[in-house]
């Protein structure tokens, strides 16, 4: 099945610079790849995703990169702020009739003004 | 739009009891939900999936029989932890996936916070 990889588990970052977190994948089928953001009690919530047959997505400060020959995939976050700070998990999915998603371990993001 | 709620958002119960949670797509209608657990610190781990009108479909070492799963709508899904244990506590979290934005999302709940004493 599908295993999915996520780099940092914490990352640091001091507001207004610019955080990555780096996901892969093993299971060359996947072409569904979104990014969640979860807040301490909440559930997660879709920030951006990107398919298989595009290379890269933006909006406003958030930006997804996709790899598909070295299977990997980014998330950029530019100009921080406080509110960033949560918890991000990438995941991956093959988009077949249930689209079941494989998640990473997650990033803990924090932000310090 | 894509809203998905939970009820209810925390819950405490006593061991040997059963607990219902509830899921709903309250803006779209939603023919396959998940359900996931959360443990502290940690990733979310898939339970099971509902299709509506058909049983669900559980994720290996997953009891079927002690997390039943009803989805009896196209906005509403079910799990009820059958004969809680302290180690059911969890934080529970379920998505649905909406067609009308696109064979792929999944929208989250939530989640609903389970303590079983």
């Known amino acids: 099945g599908e295993n999915v990889e996520q780099h940092p588990s914490t990352l640091s970052v001091q507001e207004g610079d610019s955080a990555v977190i780096k996901c892969t994948y093993s299971d060359s089928a996947s072409n569904y790849f979104p990014w969640y953001k979860q807040e301490l009690g909440k559930g997660p919530q879709l920030i951006i995703d990107?398919?298989?047959?595009?290379g890269e997505k933006k909006d406003q400060r958030i930006a997804v990169t996709l790899n598909k020959t070295a299977k990997h995939f980014s998330l950029h976050i530019t100009e921080t702020q406080p509110e960033d700070s949560a918890v991000y998990f990438c995941?991956?999915?093959?988009?077949?009739?249930?689209?079941?998603?494989?998640f990473g371990a997650g990033t803990q993001v924090v932000v310090t003004p | 739009g894509a809203v998905v709620s939970q009820h209810p958002s925390w819950v405490i119960c006593k061991s040997g009891t059963s607990v219902k949670i509830e899921c709903r797509s309250l803006?779209?209608?939603?023919?396959?939900m998940f359900w996931y657990r959360q443990f502290p610190k940690q990733s979310l781990m898939l339970m099971a999936t509902s299709n509506e009108g058909s049983k669900a479909t559980y994720e290996q070492g997953v009891e079927k029989d002690k997390f039943l799963i009803n989805h009896a709508s196209l906005t509403l899904s079910t799990l009820t932890v059958t004969s809680a244990h302290p180690e059911d506590s969890s934080f529970y979290i379920c998505s649905a996936r909406a067609l009308r934005q696109g064979p792929y999302e999944q929208y989250f709940g939530p989640g609903t916070r389970l303590t079983v004493t």
């Open positions: 995941a991956a999915s093959i988009t077949d009739s249930w689209g079941k998603l494989q």
């Open positions: 990107i398919r298989s047959n595009v």
């Open positions: 803006d779209f209608q939603a023919t396959t």
